[in-house]
């Protein structure tokens, strides 16, 4: 869902290759050094961009920069965001080359035969998401994220950023799991971590997951940090919430038994999004295949999605008004407000026959999806184990945090009004099982 809107236009072939350069290593943290992480000047296509040879890492670990420019030389910033985004590191200057061209093997855009340009040594980093801005002698700038993961979850509310969504929509190279050069039949049905993202590279972290970010930090809850690609056997052992963000649409069966074990554990899952828990995904190593025909089924044609998230994507493109319909429910406590123009759009979801018997609406909103009529919710049950699970039912949930930043008609009162109702989600759940004793 959303190709239309996430769409950017494809980056084609990097520069051609230079000489290989000696791999330099960076050691030294500069935290707290206050400089803006934001990028200033774009650039030309091609001028500057790269990638992590690792989606995450522990604390301490190095992970490789595998840079293309057409600078004379960069140099690279991590900066670590959320509440008080702060550069925690930076690179001498290193040479800039000009990686060989991408390769295109059985459909699926590669550039893991770049060499490494940089080594980044995490010693001293705080657990959390990072945007490394590369910055080229010539002015233009990219980001490259990366996760600072927890090495445990235990007692902590655990933010997942959901990178294998971000892959699935990265047009660069000219092809994502949605288009290809000559349109939807010519797309990827695998896609790899091994290429730069397109646009800014870090478009979807940006649009769906940074505000709710910095909004869970302000909030003193103890937070955790994985990626999607990180939720494994055992790594939410002991976690007291799990927030899925703004659009986490791709997930494979090993992600699924994750959270949902967690779930039955008494572990609180929140989901801020829509159409999360969409396509049924196969992981291999750094690939996220999804050929949409034979081997990448939609969650629903075997196991419901909404069976876990309490309702279930329904429209694109939706837009309408948030009505509150059961304003003293706890969520909502200390919010000012019962409707809300923008915040329903751009993707909804609503509750579906394979919904949980006891899910609540919290919030009912009719609209019109392209002339068709249609609702989406804000939903709320609890599950056997005693845990709580949210759904906000539309993916402008996070944007609305923005205000009038987000557009699309959103108003300051729907800032102050998601604001809180976060808050009060997320400090719930940081003290244990949410759920309500007597709806078990």
Known sequence: MLALVLLASGCGEPPVAAPPVRTPTATAPAVDVQESWRITRHGADHEIEGYADRVSVLPGERFGLRVSTTAPRF????FRMGANPAKVWESARVRGVRQAPMRITGGMVTAAHWRRSLTVDTTGWPEGAYLIRLDA???AQRYVPVTVRSASTAGRVVIVNAVTTWQAYNLWGGHSLYQGPAGYADRSRTVTFDRPYDGTGAR??????????????????PLAYLTSLDLEPGAL????????????????PAMRKAVTQARDHGTNLAFLGANAVYWRIGLHGRKV?????????LWRESEPESALVGQMYDCFPAEGVYRVRRPGHWIFAGTKGRRFPGLVGVETDRVSPGSPGNVKVLAESPFSCGGRSSVTHSTYYT?????????????????????????????????????R????????????????????
Not at 75 to 78: D, G, M, T
Not at 237 to 252: F, I, M, T
């Open 383 to 419: 599950a056997p184990s005693g845990a709580g699970v949210f759904a906000s039912g539309t993916m402008r949930w996070v944007c609305a945090l923005k205000g009038r930043g987000c557009g699309h008609g959103v108003t300051g009162p729907a800032a102050a009004f998601t604001r």
């Open 237 to 252: 052992d002991g976690a007291r919430a799990v927030v899925s963000l703004g659009h986490d649409e791709y997930w494979s």
């Open 75 to 78: 140099s690279a910033r991590a």
């Open 137 to 139: 002698s010539t002015g």
């Open 421 to 440: 109702a976060t808050v009060n989600l997320l400090t719930r759940f940081a003290k244990g099982p949410a759920g309500d004793p007597q709806e078990r």
């Open 204 to 221: 979807l972290f940006l649009d769906f997951e940074k505000e709710a970010l910095a909004v869970a930090e302000q909030s003193g809850v």
């Open 289 to 297: 295949a999804c050929d949409k025909e034979r081997l990448c089924e």
